[in-house]
């Protein structure tokens, strides 16, 4: 079985910073791509960046230039660096992942709220 824990979420004045961390754990053998989607209340869930096994990322257009996504492939850990962040940030952050154990899965963590209010 693969785990997917997301830690860092937590409530943060507008324009200010949070470093969200996602650590998968079990019988792994590779991870491709890896990412964070948020889920706003009413809203359905979108995509906010993902890195490739290589290092290439995307983002949505509306974090760009506010949020950096990395990886350490060593501790199959991604992290996600949110600057500058606005109260339409606020959302539940999910962890996702693309794990290949005895074959190739896609997992999801449990989720982290991230709330931008003052």
């Known amino acids: 079985q693969v785990q997917l824990v997301e830690s860092g979420g937590g409530l943060v004045q507008p324009g200010g910073s949070l470093r969200l961390s996602c650590a998968a754990s079990?019988?792994?053998?590779?991870?491709?791509?890896m990412g964070w989607y948020r889920q706003a209340p009413g809203k359905e869930r979108e995509l906010v960046a993902v890195?490739?096994?290589?290092?290439?990322?995307k983002y949505a257009d509306s974090v760009k230039g506010r949020f950096t996504i990395s990886r350490d492939n060593a501790e199959n850990t991604v992290y996600l660096q949110m600057n500058s962040l606005k109260p339409e940030d606020t959302a539940v952050y999910y962890c996702?992942?693309?794990?290949?154990?005895?074959?190739?899965?896609?997992?999801w963590g449990q989720g982290t709220q991230v709330t931008v209010s003052s």
């Open positions: 890195i490739g096994s290589g290092g290439n990322t």
């Open positions: 996702n992942a693309m794990v290949r154990t005895d074959f190739l899965r896609n997992y």
């Open positions: 079990g019988n792994i053998r590779s991870i491709d791509a």
